[in-house]
């Protein structure tokens, strides 16, 4: 999410007057849908084809999928493997784009003349960069 988000004041920074082209209803629900799948979907798919022990249970409301994967009857190498494979991915492709959007973001708002209008891009991107 935070990658969409970085998307999007890049998007609202950059491009400001494409923005209501580029970041339509469909683009904004399709990014904000895929940021939700993608970083749940790796998760539940891995565990859904392992075969659990009866009675078990998991005494937390959270569980951790490292944890849940210590409770299969079977063996686990290739979910973890996948496991540690998507956050690398799921983690390094969107902090990347978080760093590259915030660099042209940057560049963008230094290139700005008037300082009423570095202080407004700058407002913008703070609650994101903050985060």
């Known amino acids: 999410i935070l990658s969409v988000m970085a998307y ?3 998007v609202a920074i ?6 209501m082209v ?4 469909w683009v904004c629900g399709t990014l904000t849908v895929g940021s939700c799948v993608t ?7 891995t565990v859904l084809r392992l075969p659990f022990c009866t009675n078990m249970k998991i005494p937390h409301f959270f569980c951790d999928l490292l944890e849940v ?3 299969t009857c079977s063996d686990t190498l290739i979910n973890n493997v ?3 494979f998507g956050a690398i991915v799921l983690g390094v492709f969107p902090l990347f ?5 915030y660099s042209l973001i940057f560049s963008s708002i230094l290139r700005i003349s008037s300082a009423r209008g570095k202080y407004k891009a700058f407002s913008t991107c703070g609650s994101h960069l903050f985060v």
């Not at 580029?22 to 209803?25: K, Q, T």
């Open 8 to 10: 999007d004041r890049f």
């Open 14 to 19: 950059c491009h400001p007057l494409h923005y």
């Open 22 to 25: 580029i970041i339509n209803p």
């Open 39 to 45: 970083s749940s979907l790796l998760e539940t798919l």
């Open 69 to 71: 994967l210590k409770l």
């Open 82 to 84: 996948v496991v540690y």
């Open 97 to 101: 784009w978080i760093f590259f959007s």
